[in-house]
């Protein structure tokens, strides 16, 4: 392509007016890019803050399923739901989370009754549910096993699917699990029900408040580097993304987001499958400290920060800013 020489190209051209700039505009973020996680608790009528989540509550089922008519309203096409599993309720085989009226299943009944047009993601891992906070079951050693942790998740994939979950998503980074989810799903009947696998997850500092958020942080012994990837691997995400579909995923994930679009891009390009990332809590709780100092303006951060997703090759993002983010996309 042979391009013209100054004066005769002057890129500012188009970018002189706002209406040129909208015409030209490569990318363009909507609502219906959004995805909104949303924690819930125990009791009724209970709205609890989180401290290192400025602006982000957990709810009670009746007041999630208000949040969950929120999204419907301004947009936003699909929640996916963590829970804060009481603390009498988790134990060393998680045993809690293929109870299928736990609080997970009971929001997610919640929600499709009240709200059916609206999808719903659920995570599928064990840490909300563990007493040592890890994502599957621990030998004596501390090291999480595979293959036990991974039928583990079936029970759970399959009580969310039967609890009415639209789209499973196995966040635990077991080596397998995508394929015997999915053979459990279709052996149940859940022939529709999705599976998004978080394929490329990485060890990641940027989890902290998340795990203040489902509790999990202050029972966490050690860390996920036994599971979750190496930070410094891209190769390896790629080998992760080509094995999660040939399992049978539907759509894969990246995670955290914005120090990671390079892996979006490189998943996208290579596998032409849809792509979503997960802007984490970290990074949601970077922005508002930043907003909170004076450094930086939200609206600005919110939608510069969610439209590099789509640029990058997303197919949509998990962002606590989602209901922020789709007012301001004028919902
Ligand atoms: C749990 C899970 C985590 C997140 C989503 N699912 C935390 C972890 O792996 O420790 C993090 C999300 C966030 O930080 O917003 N399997």
Not at 76 to 83: R, T
Not at 258 to 274: A, G
Request: hydrophobic share 45%; with cysteine; net charge negative.
């Amino acid at each position: 392509m042979s391009l013209a020489a100054f004066p005769a190209l002057r890129l500012r051209r188009t970018r002189a007016a706002a209406w040129s700039r909208a015409l030209v505009a490569e990318t363009v973020l909507t609502p219906a890019d959004l995805i909104w996680p949303l924690f819930v608790s125990d009791g009724q009528g209970v709205e609890e803050p989180i401290a290192t989540l400025p602006g982000v509550s957990r709810w009670s089922v009746d007041r999630f399923v208000d949040r969950v008519r929120e999204a419907r309203d301004l947009g936003i096409p699909c929640v996916a739901l963590f829970p804060n599993t009481p603390p009498a309720l988790r134990s060393e085989d998680a045993r809690e989370a293929v109870n299928p009226d736990n609080l997970m299943c009971r929001a997610i009944r919640a929600a499709k009754e009240a709200v059916p047009e609206v999808g719903v993601l659920t995570d599928v891992a064990l840490d909300p549910y563990t007493s040592h906070g890890h994502d599957g079951i621990v030998d004596a050693a501390g090291y999480v096993l595979n293959d036990v942790t991974s039928a583990m998740l079936v029970e759970q994939a399959r009580v969310q699917a039967a609890a009415g979950s639209d789209i499973v998503a196995p966040s635990d980074m077991m080596d397998g699990r995508v394929a015997a989810i999915r053979t459990a799903l279709e052996a149940d009947g859940h022939h529709n029900v999705q599976i998004m696998a978080y394929a490329a997850k990485y060890a990641s500092a940027f989890y902290g408040p998340f795990r203040d958020a489902v509790g999990s942080r202050g029972l966490l012994k050690g860390d996920k580097r036994g599971y979750q990837m190496d930070y410094a691997n891209a190769e390896e995400a790629l080998r992760e993304v080509a094995l999660d579909l040939a399992e049978g995923a539907d759509t894969v994930m990246v995670k955290p987001g914005l120090p990671y679009l390079d892996i979006v891009r490189r998943v996208k390009e290579r596998f032409e499958v849809p792509v979503f990332a997960y802007q984490v809590s970290g990074e949601y709780a970077m922005i508002e400290a930043a907003v909170a100092a004076g450094m930086g303006e939200r609206d600005p951060l919110v939608l510069e920060t969610l439209t590099a997703f789509k640029r990058a090759g997303c197919s949509g993002v998990l962002t606590y800013h989602a209901a922020h983010a789709a007012r301001l996309l004028g919902a």
